[in-house]
């Protein structure tokens, strides 16, 4: 099978809105076709053929969908699952991210509903994705699926911006958010240390009290 066939047929494979990363699109190719040296040259130039014939089109560089149909009209691409597959979680499962700020606070209490992702996909302190109107921040550690809920929560405890928890019902929130997560209080400490978050080390050893 040539690989304009394969792109075709990978293509096929997702649901109309769902981001299709041109990485994904090589990767499936390669797994495929014994001649990989003009692989990347290749699946480009194919790709932005299905674009021209509006089988797919273009959301971001090396980002694409195909356009789903409604009773309005044409539906544009999933941001929703754009922003979990690029920063979040990838197709495999693994975890790369995390949702921080004021956004994190909106099960706790009422906030403005701002994004900020904490992703390993930033490799720069922090920077502001337009097109998803996103903050994205560098992590003080790598994010893995075993810590991910452990950083979150020195979030919480950190709370950078300042959002305003009841005194009385913080404590009760916290151990609320430990228990459900079946989070390891020597873990929390241990991950406190390595990112140097004091203010969140401070809060853990007064709930261990």
């Given at each position: 099978m040539n690989?304009?066939?394969?792109?075709q047929e990978c293509i096929e494979n997702y649901q109309d809105t769902e981001p299709i990363f041109i990485e994904d699109v090589k990767k499936y190719i390669t797994k495929k076709c014994d001649k990989k040296d003009n692989v990347i040259k290749n699946v480009s130039i194919i790709l932005n053929k299905l674009k021209r014939k509006g089988i797919i089109k273009s959301a971001y560089r090396g980002i694409y969908y195909k356009p789903g149909r409604c009773v309005f009209g044409e539906t544009g691409l999933d941001y929703t699952r754009l922003i979990k597959l690029k920063y979040l979680k990838d197709r495999e499962g693994n975890i790369k991210g995390y949702i921080?700020?004021?956004k994190l606070f909106n099960w706790i209490t009422l906030v403005p509903n701002?994004?900020?992702i904490?992703?390993?996909e930033c490799k720069y302190y922090k920077k502001y994705d337009d097109k998803l109107r996103t903050y994205i921040i560098k992590p003080k550690m790598q994010i893995t699926n075993e810590n991910h809920q452990y950083l979150q929560f020195l979030d919480i405890l950190e709370n950078k911006d300042n959002i305003h928890i009841e005194v009385e019902k913080e404590n009760k929130i916290l151990y609320n958010i430990i228990r459900e997560c079946n989070l390891n209080?020597?873990?929390l400490i241990k991950y406190a240390k390595e990112t140097n978050n004091k203010k969140a080390l401070v809060k853990l050893l007064?709930?261990?009290k």
């Amino acid at each position: 099978m040539n690989i304009s066939k394969l792109v075709q047929e990978c293509i096929e494979n997702y649901q109309d809105t769902e981001p299709i990363f041109i990485e994904d699109v090589k990767k499936y190719i390669t797994k495929k076709c014994d001649k990989k040296d003009n692989v990347i040259k290749n699946v480009s130039i194919i790709l932005n053929k299905l674009k021209r014939k509006g089988i797919i089109k273009s959301a971001y560089r090396g980002i694409y969908y195909k356009p789903g149909r409604c009773v309005f009209g044409e539906t544009g691409l999933d941001y929703t699952r754009l922003i979990k597959l690029k920063y979040l979680k990838d197709r495999e499962g693994n975890i790369k991210g995390y949702i921080t700020g004021a956004k994190l606070f909106n099960w706790i209490t009422l906030v403005p509903n701002v994004m900020e992702i904490v992703t390993n996909e930033c490799k720069y302190y922090k920077k502001y994705d337009d097109k998803l109107r996103t903050y994205i921040i560098k992590p003080k550690m790598q994010i893995t699926n075993e810590n991910h809920q452990y950083l979150q929560f020195l979030d919480i405890l950190e709370n950078k911006d300042n959002i305003h928890i009841e005194v009385e019902k913080e404590n009760k929130i916290l151990y609320n958010i430990i228990r459900e997560c079946n989070l390891n209080f020597e873990k929390l400490i241990k991950y406190a240390k390595e990112t140097n978050n004091k203010k969140a080390l401070v809060k853990l050893l007064i709930l261990k009290k």
